[in-house]
C-alpha cells in the first residue's frame, strides 16, 4: 500500500479535494477505511456534525451520486459507466448513476473561436460563413455549436474542452489508486475486481477524450447501414476533424425526448419503435458494433419515420463467438431451456467459483416465474434485470462487453416503450435469434466450420514435433517450468508481503532501541531535555514504528 500512496503523492490536492466531498456527503466512514484518515482530519473541520449526520440519513445511492456529480467530469462519466454494470449494482444503484448529468458551464465564449481555429489549424472564417458562439449542448467532455461550411453544409461542430485531458488523467490515476485501496481494505468486494471496472473506464474516457476515434465509429456504423434508408448517421467532415475537434452534419428533426411533437410531424411512433430496436439488434447481433447507450437524447426522428443516432462516445463491440453466446442464450430463454440457459451464463463467470448445482436451480426457480408468460407478452428489461440479481446473489461478475450489452437491452426497451406502450422487445428479437439459429446450421456455414476446423486439426498436427523438441530441449537445458494458478494464492502472496514488511520493521525497531540503550549511556553529543539527542531520537522512531506495527496488526486482525 506504500508504494501505491506514494504514486497518488503528486496528486495529493485533488485527493482532498475528493475526500472533503466525500466527508460533506457523509461518505466518511468509507474513506476512512480506504486509509485518507489524514486528509479527512484536516477537512473534518469544514463541517459541522449536524451537516454530516444530515447527509447520512439520505440513501447510499443518492449521497455517492451527489458526490460524483460535485466531483466533477472524470467521476460523472464513471457513474455512467458504472450504470452499465447491472451484473454489480441492485437496481436502486442503477437508477441513481443514471440520473448523473454533465452540469457543467459551457466554455466562455471569447475563448471559443480562438480555440476552434486552432483545433482546426486554420482561421474560422477559412472554413466556416457562419458560426454560433451560442452552444447548443455542452457536456463534460465537449460542446457543441451549429455552423455552416462555405459550401453552405450546416455542421455541428464538437469541441474538445481544453485541459481536459490533464486533469482527466490526474483523476485516472486517483481512481486506480482509490480501486486498489477498495480492493486491499475491503476484502469483500474482490471479486467485483474495482480496478478491473476502473481500467475499462479508462479505455472508454481515454476513446471519448479522441473525437477522432468517435469519427472512425460514425463511419463505421454509416457503412453497416448505408443499405437502410430509415438509419441516418451523420457524415464526418474529415478535412475539418481530428482529436480536438469532430465536424459532422447537423441532423434536424424531433429529439428524442419530445414525444409529444411526433404526431403533429406526422409520424408513426410504433413504427419508430419497431425501426429502432431492429437498427440495435443488428448492431448488436449482426455487426458485433453497437451503440452503448441509445437513451432518448441520442436520438433523433426525421420525416419519413427515420431515425438518426449521435453522440458514438460509447460504443460496445462483440466478437463472432461472443455473438453465438448470445443467441444461445437467448434461444434458451425463448425455449424456456433452464439447463442451456444455466450452462451459457456459467460460461460466462470465468474463473469465478460457482456453486453450479445452487445456481442451475435458481435458474430454474427464476424461469418458473415466465413459466406460462407468452413469448410476445415477455419483458425482456425484467427479465434482464431478474437474471442480473441472481447473477449478483452468486457474485459472478460478467465480462464488461456482456454488462454493456444488457444495460443497452433494458435501455432500448425502455426507449421502445417510451414510443408505444404495447411494444416489446422479444417480437423484434425473435426473428433475429431464428435467422441466425437457421445460419449457423447452413450447409455453407457448416463446410465452412468443418474447413477451418481441419485446418486448424493440421496446423497443430504440423507444429506438434517442433513443440516436442523445444520441450525436450528445455528439460535438458533446465528451462522447462510448469505454472500453476492456486485459488487464494495471490491472496496468500500478499499476506507473506505484509507480514514480511510487518517482520522486517520489527527488528528495524529493535535495533533502534539497542542503539537508543547504549547511546543513552554516552554523556556526550547534543543534550535534549538533559538526554543524549540521538538517543531520545531513536526511542521517538522506536516508538511510532511500534505504534504503527500494533495498528497494522489490529487492522489486519478486523478483516478476518
Same mark, same amino acid.
Given at each position: 500500500?506504500?508504494?501505491?500512496?506514494?504514486?497518488?503523492?503528486?496528486?495529493?490536492?485533488?485527493?482532498?479535494?475528493?475526500?472533503?466531498?466525500?466527508?460533506?456527503?457523509?461518505?466518511?466512514?468509507?474513506?476512512?477505511?480506504?486509509?485518507?484518515?489524514?486528509?479527512?482530519? +484536516?477537512?473534518?473541520?469544514?463541517?459541522?456534525?449536524?451537516? *454530516?449526520?444530515?447527509?447520512?440519513?439520505?440513501?447510499?445511492?443518492?449521497?455517492?451520486?451527489?458526490?460524483?456529480?460535485?466531483?466533477?467530469?472524470?467521476?460523472?462519466?464513471?457513474?455512467?459507466?458504472?450504470?452499465?454494470?447491472?451484473?454489480?449494482?441492485?437496481?436502486?444503484?442503477?437508477?441513481?448513476?443514471?440520473?448523473?448529468?454533465?452540469?457543467?458551464?459551457?466554455?466562455?465564449?471569447? +475563448?471559443?473561436?480562438?480555440?476552434?481555429?486552432?483545433?482546426?489549424?486554420?482561421?474560422?472564417?477559412?472554413?466556416?460563413?457562419?458560426?454560433?458562439?451560442?452552444?447548443?449542448?455542452?457536456?463534460?467532455?465537449?460542446?457543441?455549436?451549429?455552423?455552416?461550411?462555405?459550401?453552405?453544409?450546416?455542421?455541428?461542430?464538437?469541441?474538445?474542452?481544453?485541459?481536459?485531458?490533464?486533469?482527466?488523467?490526474?483523476?485516472?490515476?486517483?481512481?486506480?489508486?482509490?480501486?486498489?485501496?477498495?480492493?486491499?481494505?475491503?476484502?469483500?468486494?474482490?471479486?467485483?475486481?474495482?480496478?478491473?471496472?476502473?481500467? &475499462?473506464?479508462?479505455?472508454?474516457?481515454?476513446?471519448?477524450?479522441?473525437?477522432?476515434?468517435?469519427?472512425?465509429?460514425?463511419?463505421?456504423?454509416?457503412?453497416?447501414?448505408?443499405?437502410?434508408?430509415?438509419?441516418?448517421?451523420?457524415?464526418?467532415?474529415?478535412?475539418?476533424?481530428?482529436?480536438?475537434?469532430?465536424? +459532422?452534419?447537423?441532423?434536424?428533426?424531433?429529439?428524442?425526448?419530445?414525444?409529444?411533437?411526433?404526431?403533429?410531424?406526422?409520424?408513426?411512433?410504433?413504427?419508430?419503435?419497431?425501426?429502432?430496436?431492429?437498427?440495435?439488434?443488428?448492431?448488436?447481433?449482426?455487426?458485433?458494433?453497437?451503440?452503448?447507450?441509445?437513451?432518448?437524447?441520442?436520438?433523433?426522428?426525421?420525416?419519413?419515420?427515420?431515425?438518426?443516432?449521435?453522440?458514438?462516445?460509447? *460504443?460496445?463491440?462483440?466478437?463472432?463467438?461472443?455473438?453465438?453466446?448470445?443467441?444461445?442464450?437467448?434461444?434458451?430463454?425463448?425455449?424456456?431451456?433452464?439447463?442451456?440457459?444455466?450452462?451459457?451464463?456459467?460460461?460466462?463467470?470465468?474463473?469465478?467459483?460457482?456453486?453450479? &448445482?445452487?445456481?442451475?436451480?435458481? *435458474?430454474?426457480?427464476?424461469?418458473?416465474?415466465?413459466?406460462?408468460?407468452?413469448?410476445?407478452?415477455?419483458?425482456?428489461? +425484467?427479465?434482464?434485470?431478474?437474471?442480473?440479481?441472481?447473477?449478483?446473489?452468486?457474485?459472478?461478475?460478467?465480462?464488461?462487453?456482456?454488462?454493456?450489452?444488457?444495460?443497452?437491452?433494458?435501455?432500448?426497451?425502455?426507449?421502445?416503450?417510451?414510443?408505444?406502450?404495447?411494444?416489446?422487445?422479444?417480437?423484434?428479437?425473435?426473428?433475429?435469434?431464428?435467422?441466425?439459429?437457421?445460419?449457423?446450421?447452413?450447409?455453407?456455414?457448416?463446410? &465452412?466450420?468443418?474447413?477451418?476446423?481441419?485446418?486448424?486439426?493440421?496446423?497443430?498436427?504440423?507444429?506438434?514435433?517442433?513443440?516436442?523438441?523445444?520441450?525436450?530441449?528445455?528439460?535438458?537445458?533446465?528451462?522447462?517450468?510448469?505454472?500453476?494458478?492456486?485459488?487464494?494464492?495471490?491472496?496468500?502472496?500478499?499476506?507473506?508481503?505484509?507480514?514480511?514488511?510487518?517482520?522486517?520493521?520489527?527488528?528495524?525497531?529493535?535495533?533502534?532501541?539497542?542503539?537508543?540503550?547504549?547511546?543513552?549511556?554516552?554523556?556526550?553529543?547534543?543534550?535534549?531535555?538533559?538526554?543524549?539527542?540521538?538517543?531520545?531520537?531513536?526511542?521517538?522512531?522506536?516508538?511510532?514504528?511500534?505504534?504503527?506495527?500494533?495498528?497494522?496488526?489490529?487492522?489486519?486482525?478486523?478483516?478476518?
Amino acid at each position: 500500500m506504500l508504494r501505491e500512496t506514494l504514486l497518488a503523492m503528486r496528486d495529493l490536492p485533488r485527493l482532498r479535494e475528493i475526500t472533503a466531498i466525500l466527508v460533506h456527503h457523509g461518505l466518511g466512514r468509507f474513506a476512512e477505511r480506504l486509509g485518507l484518515s489524514s486528509a479527512m482530519a +484536516q477537512v473534518a473541520k469544514l463541517f459541522s456534525h449536524t451537516q *454530516v449526520e444530515a447527509a447520512a440519513s439520505i440513501p447510499t445511492p443518492v449521497r455517492l451520486r451527489l458526490a460524483f456529480e460535485e466531483l466533477g467530469p472524470t467521476f460523472i462519466k464513471l457513474g455512467q459507466i458504472l450504470s452499465t454494470r447491472v451484473d454489480v449494482f441492485p437496481p436502486e444503484w442503477i437508477a441513481e448513476f443514471e440520473k448523473l448529468q454533465n452540469r457543467v458551464p459551457p466554455i466562455a465564449a471569447s +475563448q471559443v473561436k480562438a480555440l476552434v481555429s486552432k483545433a482546426l489549424g486554420r482561421p474560422l472564417d477559412e472554413v466556416f460563413d457562419d458560426f454560433e458562439v451560442e452552444p447548443i449542448g455542452a457536456a463534460s467532455i465537449a460542446q457543441v455549436h451549429k455552423a455552416r461550411l462555405k459550401d453552405g453544409t450546416v455542421v455541428a461542430i464538437k469541441l474538445r474542452r481544453p485541459h481536459i485531458v490533464a486533469k482527466v488523467e490526474a483523476d485516472l490515476r486517483i481512481l486506480d489508486h482509490l480501486a486498489y485501496l477498495i480492493e486491499m481494505e475491503f476484502p469483500e468486494t474482490r471479486h467485483y475486481q474495482a480496478r478491473e471496472i476502473v481500467a &475499462q473506464f479508462a479505455r472508454s474516457l481515454k476513446r471519448e477524450l479522441d473525437l477522432a476515434a468517435e469519427g472512425r465509429s460514425m463511419d463505421r456504423f454509416a457503412r453497416d447501414f448505408r443499405e437502410d434508408p430509415y438509419i441516418v448517421v451523420p457524415r464526418v467532415h474529415w478535412d475539418y476533424s481530428n482529436s480536438e475537434i469532430n465536424v +459532422q452534419d447537423y441532423i434536424a428533426g424531433i429529439a428524442g425526448g419530445r414525444l409529444e411533437l411526433l404526431a403533429a410531424a406526422g409520424l408513426d411512433a410504433g413504427l419508430l419503435a419497431r425501426r429502432g430496436a431492429d437498427a440495435v439488434l443488428k448492431m448488436i447481433l449482426i455487426n458485433g458494433f453497437f451503440h452503448a447507450d441509445p437513451h432518448p437524447g441520442n436520438v433523433f426522428y426525421l420525416a419519413d419515420n427515420r431515425i438518426a443516432f449521435i453522440d458514438f462516445g460509447m *460504443v460496445g463491440r462483440l466478437s463472432h463467438v461472443r455473438r453465438d453466446e448470445i443467441v444461445d442464450l437467448l434461444s434458451a430463454l425463448a425455449r424456456r431451456d433452464e439447463r442451456a440457459m444455466s450452462d451459457a451464463l456459467i460460461e460466462w463467470t470465468g474463473r469465478n467459483p460457482v456453486d453450479e &448445482q445452487r445456481f442451475a436451480y435458481d *435458474v430454474s426457480e427464476l424461469m418458473f416465474q415466465y413459466e406460462h408468460v407468452p413469448l410476445g407478452q415477455l419483458n425482456i428489461s +425484467q427479465l434482464i434485470i431478474d437474471i442480473m440479481a441472481l447473477i449478483r446473489d452468486h457474485h459472478i461478475v460478467l465480462p464488461a462487453d456482456l454488462a454493456m450489452l444488457f444495460k443497452a437491452l433494458i435501455t432500448l426497451e425502455g426507449l421502445g416503450r417510451q414510443l408505444d406502450p404495447d411494444f416489446y422487445l422479444v417480437d423484434q428479437l425473435t426473428p433475429f435469434v431464428h435467422t441466425l439459429i437457421k445460419a449457423r446450421y447452413h450447409p455453407k456455414a457448416l463446410a &465452412q466450420k468443418g474447413r477451418q476446423s481441419l485446418s486448424d486439426g493440421i496446423a497443430m498436427l504440423a507444429g506438434l514435433p517442433h513443440d516436442l523438441i523445444r520441450m525436450a530441449r528445455d528439460v535438458r537445458q533446465g528451462k522447462f517450468r510448469i505454472n500453476l494458478d492456486l485459488a487464494r494464492l495471490d491472496n496468500f502472496g500478499r499476506q507473506i508481503d505484509k507480514s514480511s514488511n510487518r517482520l522486517t520493521m520489527g527488528i528495524v525497531t529493535g535495533c533502534l532501541i539497542i542503539g537508543s540503550s547504549i547511546v543513552m549511556t554516552v554523556n556526550a553529543g547534543p543534550m535534549l531535555f538533559g538526554l543524549p539527542l540521538f538517543g531520545f531520537l531513536g526511542f521517538m522512531v522506536a516508538m511510532l514504528n511500534s505504534l504503527w506495527l500494533i495498528f497494522s496488526i489490529w487492522r489486519a486482525g478486523k478483516e478476518y
